[in-house]
C-alpha cells in the first residue's frame, strides 16, 4: 500500500459540514475500521495514517478543502526528522552546513525551510514523528551518528559549538528586545565590528531610535548585523532580502559571503539574484507545501537553480513540479508603442527633513513602467500622489482613478472568496478571471480561509488580485513580490503584465527583486538622491537604458543563463563581467 502524508487543517468545521461528512464517506469506516474518527476533546476529525489507503474521497468531499492527502515517494520508508501532531506536515531531512561555504536554501512557502533552520539552532528537536515521547538528545545524534549532521548535532546539544541565527519573522524583533537600537547593537557586537557593519547597512540615522519604531527594512539591517556581529561558528539566516531595497540586498549578500572564509553558513532566500551571487553551494527542498518537505543533495549554485526551474533532480530522480519555469526572450525585449493613458508633470512634495523632485512622465495603455531605486527616495510617496493619497508640494497632479496596492499590507475580516467577489464584483464568475487570475495566483485552495489568517505570501498574492479587480485607468503595485517565493513570484508578474496588455491599462509597479523587474517590465523609472534626505527622477526610460542605470548604481553586472535566459550576477573581477563594465554594458546584450 502506498504510504500517505495527511495534513488536517485549520479549516475543519465539524458543526457546519453536514455531521461529519468526511466520516460516513470514507470507504474504511464503511468495513468496521475507524480511519477517520472524532476527536473526544475538540470533536474535529482526526486520520489514521495507518489505515488511509489515499483514496481521497474525504479530501473530494470536504466542503471547507480541510483534508490534505498526498501519496509519499517510495523512497521515504523512514521516520520523519520532525513532525509536530498527528495529522500535520513532516519534514523528512535536513540541510547540512559546511565550513568555508554558503549553503543556500530554495524552495517554496510552507515546506519546511524555517523549521530546518530552527532544528539546527538548536528551537526545535527532531522526534522522528514521535510527538508524544519525543526521545532523548543522546537518541537524536545515535540515529546520525552515520552522517554528516551526527557530529554537528552531539556538539550542539554539548554546547561545544556557537550558533548566530536570524529568523525570518523579523517583525517580531521589538516583542524580544526592548530600549534603544544602539544599545542592543552594543550588547551583541561580539567581533568588535559594529560600527563597519553600521556603515553598510546604513544604519546611522537610526541608532538613537527605539526598536519599536523601525521599519521593515531597518529592522531587516538591524538583524543582520546582530546575526553577523556574534562570534560563531555556524551562521543560519533566512530570508535576509525582504524589506531591502535592491542596493541594501547587495551589500548585505556581500558582508553575509564575507563570513563564509572562516564560517559556516546557511541561507534561505527566494530572491534568485540575490541566491545566486551569495551561495557556493545548494539545495533543493521539494514537497507539498503544509504537507511534507523533504531537502535534495547538495549540488553547484548554477546546476541547483537550473534544475529546481526545470522542475526535476536528476540526482534523486524525483520530478517535483510537472512544468519549466522559462525566462522567454520576449518577456524582456517587448516594445510598447501605445496610446497615452495619462501624464504628469514635473511636481515636488516637501517634508520637515526631506524632498522629491519628479520631472514630467507619461503612462501608456497596455504598459507597465517598472519603478526602481534604494529606500528612502521617494518612490512611495510618487504612487501615493499620483493615486490621490498624498498632494504635492508645487505642481498640479491631476487626479485619475488609481487601484493602489500599498507596500505595508494588512489583514482584515472576512474569507478570501468575500473580498474578490465583493472587489471583482461580476467579474469573478467570468472564465477569464478565474484562469488569469484566481488559478495562476493560486487563489483557489486558500478561498475559504479568512484573511486574517493568511500567510505574508498569501497574503500579498490576494491584495494584489484586489488591485486588478478594481475598475482603474492605472494600477500601481508597491513591492507586489515581498514574501512570495520563486514560483509564485514569475506567475505574479505574468498575471500583472496580461492584465495589463489585455484590459489596456497603465501599470506601476515599485519592486527591489530585479529579475522580478527584468521579466515584467516595458519602461523604467530610476530613482536617485540621498536615502532620507533627498529623492530625484528624471522622465521615464527605455527598459535598456534604466536596467543599465541601476545595475551601474548597483556596481554589478549581468549576464543571462544559456540554459533558460534566467538573468545571473557575473562574478566580480570575471572576465564577462571586466568586458561588459569597458563597454558600459551593465545590462546584458
Not at 489515499?54 to 479530501?59: E, R, T
Not at 533543493?284 to 511534507?292: K, L, N
Not at 484586489?466 to 485607468?473: I, N, R
Given at each position: 500500500m502506498t504510504r500517505v502524508a495527511v495534513v488536517k487543517k485549520e479549516k475543519c468545521n465539524p458543526k457546519a459540514c453536514g455531521d461529519y461528512l468526511c466520516v460516513r464517506m470514507c470507504p474504511i469506516n464503511r468495513t468496521g475500521k475507524e480511519c477517520i474518527t472524532k476527536n473526544p476533546i475538540d470533536k474535529k476529525i482526526v486520520i489514521d495514517e495507518k489505515l488511509c489507503t489515499?483514496?481521497?474521497?474525504?479530501?473530494n468531499r470536504c466542503p471547507f478543502e480541510a483534508i490534505s492527502i498526498v501519496?509519499?515517494?517510495?523512497?521515504?520508508?523512514?521516520d520523519p526528522?520532525?513532525?509536530?501532531?498527528?495529522?500535520?506536515?513532516?519534514?523528512?531531512?535536513?540541510?547540512?552546513?559546511?565550513?568555508n561555504k554558503v549553503v543556500g536554501i530554495l524552495g517554496k512557502n510552507g515546506i519546511g525551510k524555517s523549521t530546518a533552520l530552527s532544528i539546527l539552532s538548536n528551537q526545535f528537536k527532531p522526534n522522528f514523528g514521535n510527538f508524544k515521547n519525543p526521545p532523548l538528545e543522546k537518541d537524536i545524534t545515535h540515529r546520525f551518528s552515520n552522517s554528516e549532521l551526527g557530529d554537528f548535532l552531539k556538539n550542539l546539544y554539548e554546547n561545544k559549538i556557537k550558533i548566530s541565527y536570524k529568523p525570518q519573522r523579523i517583525e517580531l524583533l521589538p516583542q524580544y528586545y526592548k530600549g534603544k537600537v544602539k544599545d542592543l547593537i552594543e550588547k551583541v557586537d561580539e567581533k568588535k565590528i559594529s560600527e563597519r557593519l553600521i556603515n553598510e547597512l546604513q544604519l546611522n540615522n537610526v541608532l538613537n531610535r527605539d526598536i519599536s519604531e523601525l521599519s521593515g527594512g531597518e529592522l531587516q539591517r538591524l538583524a543582520i548585523l546582530a546575526c553577523l556581529a556574534k562570534k560563531a561558528q555556524f551562521y543560519f539566516i533566512d530570508e535576509p532580502a525582504s524589506f531591502l531595497d535592491v542596493t541594501q540586498r547587495i551589500k548585505a549578500a556581500r558582508l553575509i559571503k564575507e563570513l563564509s572564509k572562516d564560517s559556516a553558513v546557511?541561507?534561505?532566500?527566494?530572491?534568485?539574484?540575490?541566491?545566486?551571487?551569495?551561495s557556493d553551494e545548494l539545495q533543493?527542498?521539494?514537497?507539498?507545501?503544509?504537507?511534507?518537505g523533504i531537502f535534495s543533495q547538495t549540488k553547484s549554485t548554477r546546476r541547483g537553480i537550473n534544475e529546481y526551474l526545470d522542475g526535476y533532480l536528476p540526482d534523486d530522480n524525483v520530478r517535483f513540479r510537472d512544468y519549466k519555469i522559462k525566462f522567454s526572450e520576449a518577456a524582456f525585449s517587448r516594445d510598447v508603442q501605445k496610446e497615452i493613458e495619462y501624464?504628469?508633470?514635473?511636481?515636488?512634495?516637501?517634508f520637515n527633513d526631506f524632498i522629491l523632485k519628479v520631472s514630467e512622465g507619461k503612462l501608456h495603455k497596455g504598459e507597465v513602467l517598472a519603478i526602481m531605486g534604494a529606500n528612502g527616495l521617494g518612490k512611495t510617496t510618487f504612487l501615493k500622489i499620483l493615486a490621490g493619497l498624498e498632494t504635492p508640494t508645487n505642481g498640479n497632479v491631476e487626479k485619475v482613478k488609481v487601484s493602489y496596492k500599498p507596500q505595508y499590507i494588512q489583514s482584515f475580516d472576512g474569507t478570501v472568496e468575500e473580498v474578490l467577489r465583493k472587489t471583482a464584483k461580476l467579474d469573478f464568475e467570468s472564465g477569464w478571471y478565474k484562469q488569469n487570475i484566481l488559478e495562476k495566483l493560486n487563489l483557489h485552495s486558500i478561498m475559504k480561509n479568512e484573511v486574517k489568517n493568511l500567510s505574508g505570501g498569501e497574503l500579498?498574492?490576494?491584495?494584489?488580485?484586489?488591485?486588478?479587480?478594481?475598475?482603474?485607468?492605472?494600477i500601481a503595485l508597491d513591492e507586489p513580490s515581498a514574501f512570495v517565493d520563486v514560483e509564485d513570484r514569475l506567475k505574479v508578474a505574468e498575471v500583472i503584465k496580461e492584465f495589463t496588455i489585455k484590459k489596456e491599462v497603465a501599470t506601476i509597479v515599485v519592486d527591489h527583486d530585479v529579475q522580478f523587474i527584468d521579466y515584467l517590465a516595458d519602461s523604467m523609472l530610476v530613482f536617485e538622491g540621498v536615502p532620507g534626505k533627498e529623492g530625484f527622477v528624471l522622465s521615464p526610460l527605455d527598459k535598456r537604458t534604466g536596467m543599465n542605470k541601476v545595475l551601474k548604481l548597483l556596481d554589478i553586472t549581468y549576464r543571462r543563463d544559456k540554459e533558460n535566459n534566467r538573468p545571473r550576477i557575473n562574478k566580480p573581477g570575471s572576465q564577462l563581467d571586466e568586458l561588459q563594465r569597458e563597454k558600459g554594458e551593465y545590462y546584458y546584450s
Open positions: 489515499g483514496c481521497n474521497i474525504c479530501v501519496n509519499l515517494p517510495e523512497k521515504l520508508d523512514q526528522i520532525i513532525r509536530f501532531g498527528q495529522n500535520t506536515f513532516e519534514l523528512f531531512s535536513l540541510p547540512i552546513p559546511k565550513h546557511i541561507v534561505v532566500e527566494h530572491d534568485l539574484a540575490t541566491l545566486d551571487y551569495i533543493i527542498v521539494y514537497g507539498v507545501p503544509a504537507v511534507y501624464e504628469y508633470p514635473a511636481f515636488n512634495k516637501e500579498q498574492k490576494l491584495f494584489v488580485a484586489l488591485a486588478l479587480s478594481t475598475d482603474a485607468k492605472i
